[in-house]
């Protein structure tokens, strides 16, 4: 196996507002180049005032209302007061094998981290550390077994995110940019030297079935994991090898609501915390988890959480349904809790899903902080 991991020299920082993952992404990707005397710390503000100021002025993308887009976020870096020799550059392709070994090789010959676009489109993160079972070299074809992202989600926290190589493609990286303009049906990343060709080859994996594990094994199945992480390949996802311990897993079903599809990914989240945490309600509070197949019990994700979090227990959704619309908590007896995730105006971390409320023919959803969606909706473009 090659490991290339630059997670400790890239500061994680959470967006500071909805649509700042290009301004965060930028920030952290700044003040993570691979000699310290070269890093500089820009007001995440700042920032995106710089990239408002740069975005493409192409009709059909300045149509399209990007938050932050590829000419936006690539002119901001290379104006970020850059050492000699930095040359900042958009790589696109239709082709994602493509596009991720330009992004390999480019980290492991220069070492700084590479911004990409996530859901189609929907939104930046940094990718700061990956393994492969060959060295990305010109000419190569290897094969990705993980890749870790700093992500700017959630906000004002942030997220460390290692996704195996089959989740990467299922998942953040399972569709082209589906907004009209310059980028449609690219893959598109924010990288700096020379194209050198080759390709990456990901295994493929169902992520649906018939049965779900119990949630013992989850527990079981993520314990084992996290006993054989090492904290000097992955250093952000140190506290799972100290001190913390699993807590009672979440189940969690991954389709776009309204979504018709009869067969659907569910997954398990064995959220991680350190004895005796709790927050200022009396909840275990939890440093990170391990996001399995449900069916399975295959690994597909760890993501380390830039700050304790706590998860909104059904409960809580529905009390927070029941107050928004006025009436008493028990006539949501019969109301329909779900929990969630699809990438789009809620979230775009799969360890930080949403509740879907139904009530007879009105459907509600409440994020992890509480907040009451009307609707779902898709992401600003690079929000």
């Known amino acids: 196996m090659y490991t290339k991991n630059l997670s400790a020299n890239v500061p994680l ?6 649509t700042w993952c290009g301004a965060a992404s930028a920030q952290m990707a700044r003040n993570g180049y691979p000699i310290a005397a070269d890093r500089l710390l820009y007001l995440q503000s700042d920032v995106w005032n710089m990239i ?6 192409n009709p059909s993308d300045v149509a399209t209302g990007w938050a932050t887009d590829p000419i936006g976020l690539k002119a901001t870096l290379q104006n970020m007061s850059n050492p000699p020799g930095v040359d900042w550059v958009i790589f696109a392709d239709a082709s994602r094998d493509v596009v991720i070994f330009d992004i390999l090789f ?4 220069e070492q700084y981290p590479s911004p990409v676009l996530i859901n189609q489109g929907g939104h930046w993160v940094d990718i700061v550390g990956w393994v492969t079972d060959l060295e990305p070299l010109s000419g190569t074809n290897p094969s990705l ?3 870790t992202v700093n992500d700017p989600e959630p906000h004002n926290v942030g997220t460390v995110s290692t996704f195996t190589g089959a989740q990467w493609f299922s998942g953040p990286w399972n569709g082209a940019v589906t907004y009209a303009g310059t980028w449609l049906n690219k893959y598109v990343a924010v990288v700096e030297p020379p194209v050198h060709k080759g390709r990456i080859h990901v295994e493929r994996v169902g992520r649906t079935g018939s049965r779900f594990i119990s949630k013992a094994r989850a527990i079981k199945r993520a314990t084992q994991i996290v006993s054989e992480l090492k904290p000097e390949q992955q250093p952000r ?12 897993p979440l189940l969690v079903r991954e389709d776009a609501p309204g979504g018709r599809a009869r067969r659907v990914p569910y997954y398990y989240i064995v959220p991680f915390g350190l004895a005796g945490e709790l927050s200022e309600r009396g909840f275990r509070q939890v440093r990170g988890a391990v996001l399995l197949n449900a069916y399975t019990g295959a690994l ?3 993501s380390t959480f830039g700050t304790p979090i706590t998860y909104l227990r059904e409960d809580e959704a529905l009390n927070i349904v029941a107050s928004a619309l006025r009436i008493g908590r028990d006539r949501l007896t019969t109301a329909q809790a779900t929990l969630m995730f699809a990438p789009g105006d809620i979230t775009h971390i799969r360890a930080y899903p949403f509740w879907r409320i139904r009530i007879g023919r009105r459907t509600l959803f409440v994020d992890q902080q509480g907040k009451l969606y009307g609707k779902f909706l898709t992401s600003v473009p690079g929000d």
């Open 300 to 302: 597909e994700e760890i």
């Open 106 to 109: 480019w980290m492991n010959v």
């Open 237 to 248: 996802h140190g506290v799972f090898v100290r001190h913390a311990e699993p807590l009672e």
């Open 13 to 18: 920082y959470g967006q500071q507002q909805c």
């Open 145 to 147: 077994q993980s890749i």
């Open 52 to 57: 408002q100021a740069r975005n493409s002025t």
